[in-house]
C-alpha cells in the first residue's frame, strides 16, 4: 500500500487565490512526521512546511499552511495569495520513526498560477 | 551559503558506458542520500549513508553504487547505463538526529540522459 497519496496530478489556480493541495498519508507509527517540498523546473527540492503527529496545532509558515487532520490521516497543504513563481510540482512526504532516516515521497501535485 | 551541491546539471552517457554523478555538502550532515527521480514520478530513495555506514535499499539494482570518501563528498556510479536509468538524481543531506522532524536539504539534481 502506499505511504503517501496525493490525489490530484494537477491544480489550476488563478493568482492572488488560496489553493489546497491534497495529501493522505498511511503508519502505524505513533510518532511521525510530514513534510511538504516544493519543486520548480529547475529540478532543486525547496522545504516547506513541517508537521509532527503529537504537534497540537497547525502548521504555519508565511503563505503556507498545513491542515493536519490526523484522525482522517490527512495533511493538506494550503496556499494563500499565490504567486506566479508559486506553480512548480509540490510534493508530500512522511518520515516514520521506525524507518529511521527515510522520507518517503508521494507522487505530487503539479500546480500552475494563472494571471 | 552553506548547501548541498551537485555536479554536473546535466550528463550525457552511452548506453554501457560507466558515469559517476557527484554531491558534495557544507553542511556538515552527517547522512547523505541519494533518490532518483523519473519524469513525472515520485524521487525514490537509492541508498543513503549515515558517516560511513552504507544503507542500500532492498530494490536498488546492483548496477547503482556510492561511495562517500569523506564527511563533505558523496558520489553515485552507475557501472552500466541502461535507458531505464534515464532520471533526475537528487542528492540530499540531514543531520545525525534521525528524528521524524529531521528535513532534508536537497541539491539542485543531476539531470542524466543515456543514448
Known amino acids: 500500500a502506499q505511504k503517501i497519496t496525493q490525489t490530484q496530478p494537477g491544480m489550476f489556480v488563478q493568482e492572488k487565490e488560496a489553493v489546497t493541495l491534497d495529501c493522505t498519508y498511511d503508519t502505524s507509527d505513533p510518532s511521525y512526521g510530514l513534510f511538504w517540498y516544493k519543486q520548480p523546473s529547475s529540478g532543486e527540492m525547496i522545504f516547506l512546511i513541517y508537521?509532527?503527529?503529537?504537534?497540537?496545532q497547525n502548521a504555519t509558515e508565511g503563505r503556507y499552511s498545513l491542515n493536519f487532520q490526523k484522525a482522517r490521516k490527512s495533511a493538506n497543504l494550503v496556499i494563500s495569495a499565490s504567486q506566479l513563481g508559486d506553480s512548480a510540482m509540490y510534493f508530500c512526504a512522511m518520515r516514520e520513526e521506525s524507518g529511521y532516516s527515510t522520507l518517503t515521497f508521494g507522487k505530487g501535485t503539479m500546480l500552475l498560477v494563472s494571471p | 551559503d552553506a548547501m548541498v551541491i551537485q555536479n554536473p546539471r546535466y550528463q550525457v552517457t552511452q548506453f554501457g558506458k560507466p558515469v559517476t554523478l557527484s554531491c558534495s555538502q557544507t553542511?556538515?550532515?552527517?547522512?547523505m542520500y541519494w533518490y532518483q527521480q523519473k519524469s513525472s514520478q515520485a524521487p525514490k530513495l537509492l541508498f543513503h549513508y549515515y558517516d560511513k555506514d552504507f544503507n542500500n535499499e532492498a530494490d536498488t539494482p546492483d548496477n547503482f553504487q556510492s561511495r562517500r570518501p569523506n564527511t563533505s563528498f558523496c558520489f553515485l556510479d552507475i557501472r552500466s547505463p541502461g535507458l531505464g536509468d534515464a532520471a533526475m538524481y537528487l542528492c540530499?543531506?540531514?543531520?545525525?538526529?534521525?528524528?521524524?522532524?529531521?528535513?532534508?536539504?536537497f541539491g539542485s539534481g543531476t539531470q542524466l540522459s543515456v543514448l
Open positions: 508537521q509532527g503527529s503529537y504537534d497540537q
Open positions: 553542511l556538515n550532515h552527517n547522512v
Open positions: 540530499a543531506t540531514s543531520g545525525k538526529t534521525g528524528g521524524v522532524n529531521e528535513k532534508l536539504f
